[in-house]
């Protein structure tokens, strides 16, 4: 199989790292309009560059890994999609062009996969097990952050898209979140918010949201996001009369109560897990490879995605519900 990877930033290049280790006879090509970031895929992976789309169909690409920056994701989708590529996108952080996408791929019978990375992740994946399991009504406390210039530090955070308010860092968080939230305890149907401006950062946006979050069967949840914490935080506390369960964000971070015992178990998930050492400690390469492998694998088997831009427009609606409240109070 022949794949064009569409933006070589970090995110692109990890795409093109764990594909080549998924299946090193898959030929990859790059797209990029920075000539720094082709050179340095070319030294890094040793892959093709392309000046365009035209060129890589021509080369005979089959599939697209749409990896740019978010507002620029729909009308690459549409392209790649008139030019009969499958397409793998990245979050879109926007809804921009869904119903044309969506129509596009249903005319040329293609794929169009949207990652949903925490959805591919084991302690995800356990989680949502045990929730199910237990049923019921929950409550749970949520805070996911990081201080802003700690996520690119290699570059300016004004030269990175969570910088322009539209597609900031605090919600790209939410909508990284919000999939697994909808997934393991239901549609959110309402929510309250409060805002934080308490950072030193020159943002046009609140650095920090507080939410309260109703679902459908009663669960509530207390969430909060940021982009101020100096240290990557990632805490779960899920809670009912049948299930206490913790996470910390990281691969060995599950813990569960054994309500007989009254002792707190670690729940091991992972035989071995891969971690780039450029990334905080709670990001582990895994679910990404995995959701790749689960794009090949619906290309090939016709597999079900676990998500999707039908389920992703849910949670773009309440996205913008939310900023809805924050932004123009």
């Known amino acids: 199989m022949k794949v064009v990877v569409i933006g070589m930033g970090s995110m692109g290049k990890r795409r093109i790292r764990l594909m ?21 895929a070319k030294d890094l992976f040793n892959i093709t560059i392309c000046e365009s ?15 740019a920056s978010p507002l620029s994701h729909a009308a690459i989708i549409q392209e790649c999609l008139k030019k009969n590529l499958h397409v793998f996108t990245e979050l879109n952080v926007v809804s921009d062009g869904y119903d044309l ?14 990652s949903s990375t925490f959805l591919y992740r084991s302690e995800i994946k356990y ?29 300016k955070i004004q030269d990175f898209f969570v910088f322009d308010k539209r597609t900031n860092g605090v919600r790209e968080i939410l909508v990284r979140e919000l999939p697994w939230l909808t997934e393991t305890f239901g549609d959110i149907v309402s929510w ?23 679902h ?29 369960l913790t996470w910390d964000g990281t691969p060995t971070g599950v ?35 995995n959701e790749i492998a689960a794009f090949f694998d619906q290309i090939e088997h016709g597999t079900k995605p676990i998500y999707d ?21």
């Not at 789309?53 to 990896?67: P, R, W």
């Not at 097990?129 to 570059?155: C, I, M, S, T």
């Not at 309250?192 to 109703?214: A, C, G, Q, T």
């Not at 813990?255 to 015992?261: A, F, G, V, W």
């Open 101 to 114: 996408s969506l129509k596009l791929a249903e005319e040329h019978d293609k794929i169009l996969f949207l």
């Open 255 to 289: 813990k569960e109560l054994n309500i007989s015992t009254k002792e707190e178990e670690e729940i091991l998930l992972y035989d071995s897990f891969e971690h780039n050492s450029n990334y905080a400690k709670n990001i582990v390469e895994d679910a990404y490879s």
């Open 53 to 67: 789309i035209d060129e890589a169909v021509k080369k005979g690409c089959t599939a697209a890994f749409v990896s």
């Open 216 to 244: 459908e069967n009663g669960t509530r949840g207390c969430v909060m996001m940021d982009v101020v914490a100096r240290k990557s935080s990632i805490n779960l506390e899920v809670i009912s009369e049948d299930l206490y």
């Open 20 to 40: 080549k280790k998924y299946d090193p006879n898959i030929e990859i090509y790059g797209i990029d309009s920075s000539k720094e970031r082709q050179q340095e």
């Open 127 to 155: 989680i949502r097990k045990r929730v199910n399991e237990v049923g019921g009504q929950f409550a749970y406390f949520y805070h996911v952050g990081q201080y802003l210039p700690d996520w690119h530090p290699w570059e």
């Open 309 to 329: 831009f039908k389920k992703d427009q849910h949670v773009l609606d309440i996205m913008d519900g939310i900023e809805e409240d924050i932004l123009h109070e």
């Open 192 to 214: 309250h918010v409060e805002k934080s401006k308490i950072s030193k950062l020159e943002l046009d946006y609140p650095d920090v949201y507080f939410m309260i979050f109703n």
